[in-house]
């Protein structure tokens, strides 16, 4: 890992299912390394986390990341979010069909996985897109999925 800051996920308890999900999802992606919690009766710090994810590092698109089961104490909100930039509708629409899970948490290009994560599904350009007067702004206010078209005629 090559990155000065590099994100880390706490998952309750599918941080490696979660792995493989985005690994196979994202281009130029891969899991780097799984390390798991040894067994509980070694330690009983680790009761119940027996084969879960201590460690794990995967990469994104070029983008590190590092993750781990931790139970369910932390959970994911939308005040951290990953954007996606994405070059046209069709790259729009694979990742929001792809990491929406959750309707009723989705505004402006803003969704949210089965996980809990928070995804920012955008145009790479759309601020220019949305620079182009007060109509284009409030369109893009009313949609959840960005629909590029829309934008441009608004």
Known sequence: MNQAIIPSLWFDNNAEEA???YVQLF???HIN???HYPDESLDEHFEGMSGKVI???FTLNGVDFICLDGGPLFKFNEAVSFTVQCKNQAEIDYYWDALSSHPENEQC???KDKYGV???IIPANLGELVSRGPAAMQAMMK???IVIAE????
Request: glycine content about 8%.
């Open 19 to 21: 792995m493989n999900f």
């Open 27 to 29: 281009p130029h992606s």
């Open 33 to 35: 390394h799984i390390e």
């Open 55 to 57: 460690n794990g590092s």
């Open 109 to 111: 290009g803003w969704c």
């Open 118 to 120: 928070s995804w920012q």
């Open 143 to 145: 949609m959840k999925k």
């Open 151 to 154: 934008l441009e005629n608004a």
